[in-house]
């Protein structure tokens, strides 16, 4: 499955596309393309990766990112298990800045859309009172057709030009360096991470999986990332844990074995590396709704 500059459907006689997902896993690759994309997660878990950003996604996740801002999602291995009943429901839009930037040109709403734009191009991840009202938005686009669709459609642009009720995901330094062929590369190394990060990885098996002696790989993938396949494991693995530490009480120790580490103390070294903090630490924060 190789990775490239995707066709989102859209061209010059349609500017913005709906599309529905209902399926046992998501079996899309590392790609991008020219397009906006928002996603909103209905139902399903497993790892997401934007420009440079790792984290969980969940039920409930929205997303905004911009034109030729590299991602995959990838369901946990247990979507991949047979007899396993569960499914994955997401709402996606696609668009085209370049319609609503021409539509707003030389108005008041302007300045706030090309920042939005600009914005987007790290990725947003939108909570609290903005999620539940984009929630309800993307609803009506959905359930509506021709003028009342694009209608509804920029009232959601209009919305989101003026909140600031997100996150972001990307670094503000990060810019997408990869070609189509890199896409490709990285497709497989992302993928083959993601489903075994709780095993042991050496660097001769992921060099092997690139198609590259390690000394090589190793210089590929930070030239093409700003951070070392060492870390961008660990990131993998760290939020993993956080994912186990929010939603059981399952013991430090056993989270850090089902995490890919081996042993307590590299576990917190590594944990406090990517977070700030130690996980028990996180745990309690999390508790008290920090």
């Not at 909570?127 to 938005?137: E, I, M, Q, S, T």
């Amino acid at each position: 499955m190789k990775a490239r500059l995707m066709d989102t459907g859209l061209g010059t006689d349609r500017q913005l596309r709906v599309k529905y997902v209902d399926k046992s896993y998501l079996d899309s690759h590392f790609h991008f393309h020219d397009a906006c994309e928002m996603v909103l997660i209905e139902e399903g878990y497993g790892k997401r990766i934007v420009g440079d950003h790792v984290d969980d996604f969940e039920e409930g996740d929205l997303v905004l990112m911009g034109p030729n801002l590299p991602h995959i999602w990838q369901n946990d291995n247990v979507f991949f298990q047979q007899h396993r009943h569960l499914r994955v429901k997401a709402t996606v839009l696609y668009f085209a800045p370049s319609m609503v930037l021409n539509l707003v040109a030389g108005t008041e709403a302007a300045q706030a859309v090309e920042r939005l734009f600009t914005n987007a191009c790290r990725g947003l991840r939108f909570r609290g009172h903005a999620h539940a009202l984009l929630v309800k938005k993307i609803s009506a686009i959905v359930a509506s057709e021709g003028l009342k669709k694009i209608s509804h459609f920029l009232n959601m642009i209009d919305f989101l030009s003026e909140s600031a009720d997100y996150d972001y995901l990307a670094s503000n330094a990060y810019q997408n360096a990869l070609t189509s062929k890199d896409a490709g590369r990285f497709n497989d190394v992302y993928q083959y991470v993601i489903t075994n990060f709780h095993q042991e990885i050496t660097l001769d098996t992921i060099a092997g999986i690139a198609k590259m002696s390690p000394t090589a790989f190793c210089r590929y993938f930070k030239a093409r990332t700003q951070k070392s396949f060492v870390h961008f494991l660990q990131e993998i693995r760290v939020s993993h844990a956080c994912k186990l530490l929010r939603q059981n009480e399952l013991p430090i120790m056993q989270i850090c074995f089902e995490s890919g580490y081996n042993n307590l103390v590299n576990f917190n070294k590594c944990f406090r590396n990517i977070t700030s903090m130690s996980p028990s630490e996180y745990r309690k924060s999390i508790q008290k709704g920090e």
